[in-house]
C-alpha cells in the first residue's frame, strides 16, 4: 500500500508548505489545499493519529504564512507579492478539514476592510487587494467557517462557478469550492456541483489529477487525485 503521508513528505519546502518540487513557490497555500483534498479522498486508508499530525503541521504551516489574524501572505516571509484568490480558497480547504478558526479569522478580517486584504501594505486599499471581487470566494469562506451564505451571496457563487473557465486554475479552484459548497450548502449548490464535476469529466476524463498531471507533470497530488472528480 503506498504510504500517502511519505510521499507529501517529500515535497515540502522549508516552511512545511506542499510544493510540486518541494522548492517555494507563491502557490505553497493552494498546493497544501490539494493535499488535504488527497487526504480526504484517501482517509479510509490512513492511520488516524498520523493524519491527525500531518494536519496539525500543515495548519501549523499555514498560519504562519498570515501577517495578522486572517491576512496571508503568499509565504511566511511574505515574498511572492499580493495574494490572490487562490490562497484564500486554498486556505478555506485547509480551515475546513482542520480549524475553522483560520477562515473565521479571514472573514472577520474582511469585514473590518470591506474585503481589502492587502498583505504587501496592510490596511491600503488597491484593485488588487479588493478579493471579494472574487464572486465565488465569499460563499466559499461563510461555508467553510460553517457558516450560512444569504441568497445573493450563493447567487452570485453559482454565477461565478457556471461561468469559470476551463484553464487550469479555474477547474482546480471551482472544484475545491464545489466541494465544500455541495456539503454545506442546499440543493442549488449540489446541482451546480454536480454540473462542474459533469464538466470536468468532459475536458478531463480522468478527474483533477490529469488536470494537475498535465499542468506540473507526475507528482504527489496529481497521483492521489487521479480519476477525483468532485
Known amino acids: 500500500m503506498i504510504n500517502v503521508i511519505a510521499a507529501y513528505s517529500n ?18 497555500l493552494r498546493y497544501t489545499a490539494e493535499a488535504v483534498m488527497a487526504y480526504e479522498a484517501h482517509r479510509d486508508i490512513l492511520e488516524p493519529i498520523a493524519l491527525k499530525e500531518e494536519y496539525q503541521t500543515l495548519v501549523d ?3 504562519s504564512c498570515a501577517r495578522e ?17 487562490d490562497d484564500y480558497v486554498g486556505l478555506a480547504v485547509i480551515s475546513y478539514y482542520i480549524d475553522e478558526t483560520v477562515v473565521q479569522d479571514i472573514l472577520t478580517y474582511g469585514r473590518k476592510t470591506w474585503g481589502f486584504y492587502n498583505n504587501i501594505h496592510p490596511g491600503k486599499k488597491t484593485g488588487r487587494s479588493f ?13 467553510a467557517a460553517g457558516q450560512k451564505p444569504n441568497i445573493v451571496q450563493r447567487a452570485l457563487w453559482a454565477l461565478g462557478v457556471f461561468f469559470s473557465d476551463d484553464s487550469q486554475d479555474g ?3 471551482a472544484w475545491m469550492s464545489c466541494h465544500i459548497a455541495a456539503k454545506e450548502g442546499g440543493r442549488l ?4 456541483a454536480r ?28 497521483i492521489f487525485l487521479w480519476d477525483v472528480l468532485k
Open 11 to 28: 515535497v515540502k519546502d522549508e516552511h512545511g508548505l506542499i510544493q510540486p518540487d518541494g522548492k517555494e513557490s507563491g502557490n505553497g
Open 61 to 63: 504551516a499555514a498560519r
Open 69 to 85: 489574524p486572517g491576512l496571508y501572505g503568499r509565504t511566511p516571509n511574505n515574498s511572492w507579492g499580493q495574494n490572490s484568490n
Open 131 to 143: 478579493l471579494w471581487r472574487f464572486i465565488v470566494l465569499f460563499a466559499t469562506l461563510r461555508w
Open 171 to 173: 477547474f482546480v479552484l
Open 189 to 192: 449548490e449540489k446541482r451546480i
Open 195 to 222: 454540473m462542474q464535476s459533469e464538466r470536468l469529466a468532459r475536458a478531463y476524463t480522468h478527474g483533477i489529477g490529469q488536470v494537475l498531471d498535465n499542468y506540473y507533470g507526475r507528482q504527489p497530488s496529481s
